[in-house]
């Protein structure tokens, strides 16, 4: 019988799901800082709110992918690998909530503040 928790496609699978949501936070403080500018000098801010979206939902993209590597996973045998799963899986839940609320606590001075005030 093949052990499915020990292919690399599934390994690869949980590290990018452990690692998802905290280089999408990276993303979005490397995209927007420079961004306040653009959006100072237009007046608008429809290029901050689109990337904030976008890196939102890959910080959430890393809890469904933590969710879906662990499918096929319930029904194997005790050992390394198990416990492997079960602790990647609970800390990529974790980073995706903390990072997603970090995302959200960043969006607020888009929404609150003027253009030149971000």
Do not use: N, Y
Request: proline fraction near 4%; include cysteine; glycine fraction near 8%.
């Amino acid at each position: 019988m093949k052990d499915t928790t020990q292919s690399p496609r599934r390994l690869m699978q949980q590290w990018l799901a452990l690692l998802l949501a905290p280089l999408a936070w990276a993303a979005a403080l490397g995209i927007l800082f420079p961004l306040t500018t653009a959006a100072c000098a237009s007046g608008k801010r429809d290029f901050l709110w689109g990337v904030a979206i976008v890196c939102l939902v890959l910080a959430l993209a890393s809890a469904a992918l933590a969710g879906h590597s662990t499918r096929g996973a319930d029904g194997e045998q005790p050992g390394a690998s198990a416990d492997r799963t079960r602790f990647m899986v609970g800390v990529a839940l974790g980073l995706s909530a903390i990072f997603s609320l970090v995302l959200v606590l960043m969006m607020l001075p888009i929404l609150m503040l003027g253009a030149c005030r971000t």
